[in-house]
Every structure is written in C-alpha cells, then in structure tokens.
C-alpha cells in the first residue's frame, strides 16, 4: 500500500529566508510520481511541482526545487526566498501502478511566513 | 475556460438526511476522485473512478457512494450511514498516468447540524 509521511510541526519562517519540508514515502513499485501541492487558507489546491522516479534531476519550478533521495525515499520540497504568499499547507503526493494510479496524500505540513 | 466545479460551496445537512455533492469536469479527464478532508488529517480518498460506469473504493468508503454515468460527472453521496460527515469535501481529475498531476475543484464545506 502507498504511504506518504509528513511529520514536521507546524512551521514559522521568516520572510525571505528557505524553508524545507520534509516527505518521506513507500512503495515497492519501480515507477512512480511524485508531487506537491500547496492549500491556502481558501481551501484550494494549487499543484507547485513534480518529480518522477527516474528522472536524473532534482525538480525545479520557479522558487520551489525538490530533493529527491531515491535510496532513502524522500522527496522534500524547498521554498527559497520565502514571501507573505507562502503561508499554506504543503502536501506531498505519490501516485504509482501498484496503486492503480490513485493519488495518495501525505498529512501536510503548515507553514507561516512572518515579516 | 477548461475546469473542474464543485457545488455548492458550503452545504447544510439534518442529520439523518442524504445529500449529494456535484463535481463536473470539462477537462476531458478519464480518472475522478473524491478526497475528505479533517484538521490535521490531510486528504484522505474516498471514491475512485477511472472509466465510465466503474469506480473502486478509496481508504473510507463507509457511508458514501458514487456514481459515473458521465465522464464529465462524479457526484459523491453523503449517506446516513456516514456517523461524522461534517467535513471539507475535495474533488479532483486527472489523466490516468503517474507522472501527471491531479486538477481540484474549490471544494465543498459540509456540515451537519
């Protein structure tokens, strides 16, 4: 069965500075994706970026980059430049075959931006 | 513009009562889904679907049920049976791969009074 884990405590982050979040996941399945979307205080989910199980390459998308330990099964998102905007829930995702393509969702992680 | 909607925006129920929540996608999607969301339970799956006329349970089915007569169309029922269905409702497509995102619609706030 999939499993996403995000353990991390609500976080505060000063505006300006990076802030990484951390994910962990399980499956036995070679190919698999990999994703993070961000929940604003309006409900919404925005997806921010996107890695896969063979890619060579951390992800990057604008200020969001992605570390991607295969061996260890982590898939943490880094925000740099921290803004106001940035203050959400962050949510891991993974989809892969074994799991019928379902997306499954880790618990989330908060993060407040202050000035 | 190509979306998902979900309506209404905030629903009432007695309890006792069925309801249905509406999700319509024009996106040309073939998988819908449709997650709960609880405080500090992040999304959890409820209902599946990736074809017409079927759909698999996700990891709390109990008190729900689905249909797909359309590929556009996923409506999720809130039955009796569900014993806590106050809760933020989500509803999501996507093409059946797994290096593609899902799409959300806005949600629904359901609450039981």
């Known amino acids: 069965a999939q499993k996403i884990t995000q353990t991390q405590p609500g976080m505060f982050v000063q505006e300006k500075e990076a802030v990484t979040l951390d994910c962990t996941y399980d499956?036995?399945?070679?190919?698999?994706?990999l994703f993070w979307y961000k929940q604003p205080s309006s409900g919404e989910m925005i997806f921010l970026i996107y890695?896969?199980?063979?890619?060579?390459q951390n992800a990057t998308e604008g200020r969001y980059s992605l570390n991607f330990q295969k061996a260890r099964k982590s898939a943490n998102l880094v925000i740099s430049a921290s803004q106001l905007g940035d203050s959400a829930m962050y949510f891991c995702?993974?989809?892969?075959?074994?799991?019928?393509?379902?997306?499954?969702f880790g618990k989330g992680n908060q993060v407040v931006v202050i000035p | 513009d190509g979306g998902i909607t979900q309506s209404p925006k905030y629903l009432f129920r007695k309890e006792g009562q069925n309801v249905t929540l509406s999700c319509e996608q024009n996106?040309?999607?073939?998988?819908m889904y449709w997650y709960r969301q609880d405080p500090g339970q992040g999304l959890r799956l409820i209902y599946y679907?990736?074809?017409?006329?079927?759909?698999q349970k996700g990891d709390i089915a109990e008190g729900y049920s689905v249909s797909r007569e359309k590929k556009e169309s996923f409506p999720l029922t809130v039955t009796s049976a569900q014993k806590n269905p106050t809760a933020f409702y989500l509803c999501?497509?996507?093409?059946?791969?797994?290096?593609?995102?899902?799409?959300f619609g806005q949600g629904t706030r359901l609450t039981v009074v």
């Open positions: 890695q896969g199980s063979y890619d060579q």
């Open positions: 679907s990736q074809i017409v006329n079927d759909f």
């Open positions: 995702a993974m989809r892969d075959v074994y799991g019928n393509n379902r997306l499954a």
């Open positions: 999501a497509s996507s093409i059946i791969q797994t290096n593609t995102e899902a799409f």
């Open positions: 996106l040309n999607h073939d998988a």
């Open positions: 499956t036995s399945d070679p190919s698999y994706g």
